[in-house]
């Protein structure tokens, strides 16, 4: 015993390694951004002066922090071209995270543009002007006068714009336009960028998607909102006017771009139309979003399983409210889950013993029907219906656990709550534990992960046991079997873990640590 | 496609299904079952009769002998 389980040990980590070197894990590096790197003091929204302006080529930028937030506004287009966040950190550092940075004046947020091209609006500069908790940006043309008014907030991460277009002129203007939601969304870590998606609502419908085929999609209806998203963080806009379509695409290679357009409308001469926008930039935690508006939860999307993900990640928070660990609070929610399942395991071992008893019996059915074994199966089936024997709950409840792990999985890859989470040796419960190795194998890296190699030893263990408490219900045949699949399972199980985040790997490690003392103390009963 | 489900309950029939306990209340099992269904109404009534079979298949059901109708 003792030598196969060497065997089954070393064979996993080659298989590992192996595969390391077939499917290098995306390397963990952060993108440095070139260039202007503004160095500004902060100004306070509450005392608001003018902040200070830096003149980069033609481009004059406004940097204004809240309390939350630091938005840089630009005067051209009258747009913002970069959030960030105070309340999070960029990975391993004290910086504020940032979440939008974008390059090309076109795509700023806010940005608005003139569908038939005419009228510079998203590329001329605007005069801008301050007051408290307000940035104002102006725009005369020889028609039209573009304001835009923005308000920022203390106490949540949103924004508001007022969009007024005036008709100076004396003849009456068609006027239609297109208003840049969500673009340069920062997601510093690579094998993450195929997290980032748009997701809207048109016409009460959630439309969810993440790359585009065709160069640009849109979606005709009354747009509710409109969402850019990366794995923890959101930048959701809500029009308040009537819509056209919303519309997205891939701006230059991986840039995803979202936003809407509005029915175009005539303004008489001299008067004006107001749209209303509100944009949260900010982490997609439900609670929060509720706050802001009551349709922005739906943001939030943990897949088929959504229910059960939501459920999960309640009780994770409320043990979370208690022992104050995200780790510790996961080991729980696994105990937990297993002490709820455990009649099931209890009841699947008992009658496993009553067929114990009956084995004399069977073996007695197993000569009689030797040439026939549909028959002979179907004479043990009446054998268990006489002795009132049910082999475990069914199917149903085995299957049943499945949509479990899935959501489980939704939920610790999405939740923000384990972003920067540590536990014992694992610092940052969302990401594999990659624990540093002083030497820097060719295969690996430079760092290991343990906590998977820890789940795959348990898993050889656990099925170990596990044979044991199946005992003589099984064919020799399928004795077999189990010794081959004894090694072959944890290994598979291995590779699937290895990069996932070491939360999800934590769950499963305590789930089978579990398993092994529930089917031990099982097994000593008898 | 047909094939790619039946190759793939087999393979389950034959390697996974070895490592757990028996729990099936039916015979033949649920997979047994599934193979057959398919193999002989097609991928869509099989299935749907597979699932149907796996509903039926639980803690309030008496079990015994279901075959492929």
Same mark, same amino acid.
């Given at each position: 015993?003792?030598?196969?389980?060497?065997?089954?040990?070393?064979?996993?980590?080659?298989?590992?390694?192996?595969?390391?070197?077939?499917?290098?894990?995306?390397?963990?590096?952060?993108?440095?951004?070139?260039?202007?790197?503004?160095?500004?003091?902060?100004?306070?929204?509450?005392?608001?002066?003018?902040?200070?302006?830096?003149?980069?080529?033609?481009?004059?930028?406004?940097?204004?922090?809240?309390?939350?937030?630091?938005?840089?506004?630009?005067?051209?287009?009258?747009?913002?071209? &970069?959030?960030?966040?105070?309340?999070?950190?960029?990975?391993?550092?004290?910086?504020?995270?940032?979440?939008?940075?974008? &390059?090309?004046?076109?795509?700023?947020?806010?940005?608005?543009?003139?569908?038939?091209?005419?009228?510079?609006?998203?590329?001329?500069?605007?005069?801008?002007?301050?007051?408290?908790?307000?940035?104002?940006?102006?725009?005369?043309? &020889?028609?039209?006068?573009?304001?835009?008014?923005?308000?920022?907030?203390?106490?949540?991460?949103?924004?508001?714009?007022?969009?007024?277009?005036?008709?100076?002129?004396?003849?009456?203007?068609?006027?239609?336009?297109?208003?840049?939601?969500?673009?340069?969304?920062?997601?510093?870590?690579?094998?993450?960028?195929?997290?980032?998606?748009?997701?809207?609502?048109?016409?009460?419908?959630?439309?969810?998607?993440?790359?585009?085929?065709?160069?640009?999609?849109?979606?005709?209806?009354?747009?509710?909102?409109?969402?850019?998203?990366?794995?923890?963080?959101?930048?959701?806009?809500?029009?308040?006017?009537?819509?056209?379509?919303?519309?997205?695409?891939?701006?230059?290679?991986?840039?995803?771009?979202?936003?809407?357009?509005?029915?175009?409308?005539?303004?008489?001469?001299?008067?004006?139309?107001?749209?209303?926008?509100?944009?949260?930039?900010?982490?997609?935690?439900?609670?929060?979003?509720?706050?802001?508006?009551?349709?922005?939860?739906?943001?939030?999307?943990?897949?088929?399983?959504?229910?059960?993900?939501?459920?999960?990640?309640?009780?994770?928070? =409320?043990?979370?409210?208690?022992?104050?660990?995200?780790?510790?609070?996961?080991?729980? =929610?696994?105990?937990?889950?297993?002490?709820?399942?455990?009649?099931?395991?209890?009841?699947?071992?008992?009658?496993?013993?009553?067929?114990?008893?009956?084995?004399?019996?069977?073996?007695?059915?197993?000569?009689?029907?030797?040439?026939?074994?549909?028959?002979?199966? &179907?004479?043990?089936?009446?054998?268990?219906?006489?002795?009132?024997?049910?082999?475990?709950?069914?199917? =149903?409840?085995?299957?049943?656990?499945?949509?479990?792990?899935?959501?489980?999985?939704?939920?610790?890859?999405?939740?923000?709550?384990?972003?920067?989470?540590?536990?014992?040796?694992?610092?940052?419960?969302?990401?594999?534990?990659?624990?540093?190795?002083?030497?820097? =194998?060719?295969?690996?890296?430079?760092?290991?992960?343990?906590?998977?190699?820890?789940?795959?030893?348990?898993?050889?263990?656990?099925?170990?046991?596990?044979?044991?408490?199946?005992?003589?219900?099984?064919?020799?045949?399928?004795?077999?079997?189990?010794?081959?699949?004894?090694?072959?399972?944890?290994?598979?199980?291995?590779?699937?873990?290895?990069?996932?985040?070491?939360?999800?790997?934590?769950?499963?490690?305590?789930?089978?640590?579990?398993?092994?003392?529930?089917?031990?103390?099982?097994?000593?009963?008898? | 496609?047909?094939?790619?489900?039946?190759?793939?309950?087999?393979?389950?029939?034959?390697?996974?299904?070895?490592?757990?306990?028996?729990?099936?209340?039916?015979?033949?099992?649920?997979?047994?079952?599934?193979?057959?269904?398919?193999?002989?109404?097609?991928?869509?009534?099989?299935?749907?009769?597979?699932?149907?079979?796996?509903?039926?298949?639980?803690?309030?059901?008496?079990?015994?002998?279901?075959?492929?109708?």
């Amino acid at each position: 015993m003792e030598k196969r389980l060497i065997t089954a040990v070393t064979l996993s980590i080659i298989v590992i390694v192996v595969f390391q070197f077939l499917f290098p894990a995306p390397r963990k590096t952060q993108i440095v951004k070139p260039g202007e790197k503004a160095i500004v003091k902060e100004i306070d929204v509450k005392s608001f002066v003018p902040a200070a302006q830096i003149p980069t080529a033609n481009e004059e930028e406004l940097i204004i922090a809240t309390d939350r937030n630091i938005i840089t506004f630009s005067d051209i287009g009258g747009a913002v071209k &970069k959030i960030e966040l105070k309340q999070h950190k960029k990975n391993n550092s004290v910086e504020p995270l940032v979440l939008v940075e974008e &390059k090309d004046p076109a795509r700023y947020i806010f940005s608005i543009k003139d569908p038939s091209g005419i009228l510079p609006l998203e590329s001329a500069k605007y005069s801008v002007s301050t007051k408290p908790n307000q940035v104002i940006y102006t725009l005369n043309l &020889k028609d039209l006068q573009i304001i835009k008014e923005y308000t920022l907030h203390n106490l949540n991460d949103t924004m508001d714009l007022q969009l007024f277009v005036k008709n100076i002129s004396n003849q009456s203007k068609e006027v239609g336009y297109q208003i840049i939601s969500g673009a340069g969304i920062v997601e510093p870590n690579i094998s993450e960028k195929r997290l980032i998606e748009v997701t809207a609502k048109v016409d009460g419908k959630t439309v969810n998607f993440k790359r585009p085929k065709n160069n640009i999609i849109t979606h005709p209806g009354i747009v509710s909102w409109v969402a850019l998203k990366t794995r923890y963080f959101s930048l959701i806009m809500k029009p308040f006017g009537q819509t056209k379509h919303q519309f997205h695409n891939f701006a230059s290679g991986e840039d995803l771009v979202a936003g809407v357009e509005m029915e175009s409308v005539t303004i008489p001469p001299n008067s004006f139309i107001e749209h209303k926008y509100l944009l949260y930039a900010g982490p997609s935690v439900a609670s929060e979003l509720k706050k802001i508006d009551a349709e922005f939860e739906e943001t939030i999307n943990y897949g088929f399983f959504g229910w059960i993900a939501k459920a999960l990640l309640f009780m994770l928070g =409320l043990c979370h409210s208690v022992f104050k660990s995200w780790g510790l609070s996961i080991i729980i =929610l696994s105990v937990l889950l297993n002490v709820l399942l455990f009649p099931l395991t209890l009841k699947s071992f008992q009658s496993m013993q009553k067929m114990h008893e009956l084995h004399p019996q069977m073996e007695k059915l197993k000569v009689q029907f030797k040439d026939n074994p549909q028959k002979l199966n &179907k004479e043990i089936m009446e054998l268990y219906k006489k002795y009132n024997i049910n082999p475990l709950g069914g199917c =149903l409840p085995l299957l049943l656990q499945m949509p479990i792990f899935v959501a489980l999985y939704q939920a610790l890859t999405k939740s923000i709550h384990l972003r920067g989470a540590s536990f014992l040796w694992i610092k940052d419960l969302s990401m594999p534990d990659a624990v540093p190795i002083p030497a820097t =194998l060719p295969l690996i890296g430079n760092h290991i992960n343990i906590l998977p190699l820890v789940m795959v030893i348990l898993m050889v263990l656990q099925q170990k046991v596990s044979t044991k408490v199946m005992g003589s219900a099984v064919t020799e045949e399928q004795k077999q079997q189990q010794k081959m699949m004894l090694i072959m399972m944890p290994v598979m199980f291995g590779f699937i873990f290895y990069n996932m985040p070491s939360g999800m790997v934590l769950y499963w490690v305590v789930n089978t640590l579990l398993t092994i003392v529930e089917q031990s103390a099982i097994l000593k009963k008898t | 496609m047909k094939f790619v489900v039946i190759y793939a309950l087999k393979f389950y029939r034959n390697y996974l299904s070895a490592l757990k306990i028996r729990c099936c209340r039916f015979y033949p099992s649920c997979s047994e079952y599934a193979i057959g269904s398919i193999e002989k109404h097609g991928i869509f009534l099989g299935g749907v009769k597979s699932i149907w079979r796996l509903i039926r298949c639980n803690p309030f059901s008496r079990g015994g002998y279901d075959p492929v109708q």
